[in-house]
C-alpha cells in the first residue's frame, strides 16, 4: 500500500511567521504535488515537482515555496505566513506514467492568526 | 471558465436508487479522467480512472466519457449511505503530469 504522510495533521502560526510543511512518500514515486483545499474552491495546485529538484509552479504559488531534496520527501514552505493561507493542505504522490493515480496525505490543517 | 465544472450539490439520492454525478471540462485536449471520492475530513481516494470515449464499468461504479461533448459522469448504482461523500472530477491534459480538480459534488445518500 502507498503511504503519504504528512508532518502534522494542525498546525497554528502567527502572521508572519515561517512555516514547513513536510510531506514523504515510501512508494518511489517520481510525482509530488502540493494542494490547498477551501471550501467552495475545490483543490488548487500550488507546486509539483517530477523529480528530485525540479519543480513546476501549480495555479496558485504566490506566498510559497517548494523544496526537494530526495525523492521520497516534498516540502512546502510559507516565507511569511498570513491569514489568507490558513487553509487544509494536501500532499500527493504518483508514478511518472502518464494517467497515474495520485495518492494523497491526510492533509494538515493550518491556521494562521 | 472554470477548467473542469461540477454541480456542488447536495445531491440526495434514496438508498438503492442511482446516482448520477457529471462534470465538464473546457480543455479539448485533456487525455485522463479521474473520479476520486472524499469522506467529511478525509483525504481524496481515486474510484475510477477512464481514458476513452464510453463505460468503464467497476462494481457498482460507472464512468462514461464523451470527449465531443466534453464530459464525463459516475454512476453509482444501489446506492448506499456509505456512499455518502464528496465526489471530485479530475482531468489531466497534455504530458504534464498535473491534473485539475472541480470543485466535487456533494452526494448524500438518504436511509
Known amino acids: 500500500d502507498v503511504k503519504v504522510t504528512q508532518s502534522s495533521r494542525y498546525l497554528v502560526k502567527r502572521t508572519g511567521e515561517k512555516v514547513f510543511l513536510e510531506c514523504v512518500q515510501d512508494?518511489?514515486?517520481?510525482?509530488m504535488f502540493w494542494y490547498r483545499q477551501d471550501p467552495g474552491l475545490g483543490l488548487r495546485l500550488i507546486y509539483f515537482?517530477?523529480?528530485?529538484?525540479?519543480?513546476e509552479k501549480g495555479d496558485i504559488p504566490e506566498g510559497y515555496s517548494v523544496s526537494r531534496e530526495k525523492k521520497e520527501r516534498f516540502s512546502l514552505i510559507l516565507e511569511s505566513a498570513s491569514t489568507n493561507q490558513t487553509s487544509m493542505y494536501l500532499c500527493a504522490s504518483s508514478l511518472r506514467t502518464s494517467g497515474e493515480t495520485q495518492y494523497f496525505g491526510p492533509g494538515t490543517r493550518l491556521l494562521v492568526l | 471558465q472554470k477548467e473542469v465544472e461540477q454541480n456542488s450539490g447536495p445531491l440526495s439520492v434514496p438508498e438503492g436508487a442511482i446516482a448520477s454525478l457529471n462534470c465538464t471540462y473546457s480543455?479539448?485536449?485533456?487525455?485522463?479522467f479521474f473520479w476520486y471520492r472524499q469522506y467529511s475530513g478525509k483525504s481524496p481516494e481515486l474510484i475510477m480512472s477512464i481514458y476513452s470515449n464510453g463505460d468503464k464499468e467497476d462494481g457498482r461504479f460507472t464512468a462514461q466519457l464523451n470527449k465531443a461533448s466534453q464530459y464525463v459522469s459516475l454512476l453509482i448504482r444501489d446506492s448506499q449511505p456509505s456512499d455518502s461523500a464528496t465526489y471530485l472530477c479530475?482531468?489531466?491534459?497534455?504530458?504534464?503530469?498535473?491534473?485539475?480538480f472541480g470543485t466535487g459534488t456533494k452526494l448524500q445518500v438518504i436511509p
Open positions: 512508494m518511489d514515486h517520481e510525482n
Open positions: 479530475a482531468v489531466r491534459s497534455g504530458g504534464y503530469q498535473k491534473v485539475t
Open positions: 480543455d479539448r485536449v485533456s487525455q485522463s
Open positions: 515537482s517530477y523529480d528530485v529538484k525540479m519543480k
